[in-house]
């Protein structure tokens, strides 16, 4: 996966996926991948020493527009299969409520070990489904990107890196 915001953070990320553990979630990711679905996403939140996420808006991404590109159907949560919210792993994110299934494009990448907020026991847990195994400086690159607090429709307050990372590619390797 490769992105940039043409203002210095540019780069690209390896992701290895676990389809043994969580194959329902890494047959849906590659399906984004595979139709093309990520490039022109951004990653559109940073939470500093904690995560980035991308995956499911597209730019321009400010106070006044905030788009979110369609998707297909959600998937059911994948959790309690082995993965863990560790620093570099992969999970795919959903609502907050974690028996409708909600998890669709977007995804986040672990900064640190978030094993205890995010696997399940506090909350129902977030589905591991890979872990990032080449670009790790440029995963800090956009987590330590400019970025500004802008409210969401939701009500929640994003970290937005700005100008805004676009993703300009996603290829499944092998």
């Known amino acids: 996966m490769a992105f940039d915001n043409h203002a210095g953070v540019a780069g690209s990320i390896v992701v290895t996926l676990a389809p043994d553990k969580t194959p329902i979630t890494v047959n849906n990711f590659l399906s984004y991948v595979h ?32 788009t979110l590109k369609p998707t297909g159907a959600p998937i059911p949560l994948e959790v309690g299969k082995g993965l863990s919210n560790t620093q570099w792993s ?21 900064l640190a070990d978030n094993s205890v907020p995010l696997d399940p026991g ?12 080449g670009g790790t400086a440029d995963v800090m690159a956009i987590a330590g990107a400019p970025c500004v607090s802008i409210p969401l429709v939701l009500s929640s307050v994003f970290c937005v890196p700005t100008p805004n990372i676009v993703i300009w590619s996603a290829a499944q390797t092998r």
């Open 122 to 133: 506090i909350t129902s847990g977030y589905a591991v489904f890979g872990s990032v195994t």
């Open 90 to 110: 992969i999970s795919m994110a959903r609502t907050k409520d974690p028996d409708t299934a909600s998890a669709t494009t977007q995804f986040f990448i672990n």
């Open 35 to 66: 139709s093309g679905f990520y490039v022109g996403t951004l990653f559109h939140l940073v939470s500093p020493g904690f995560s980035v996420q991308g995956g499911g808006y597209v730019a321009p991404f400010d106070s006044v527009t905030q």
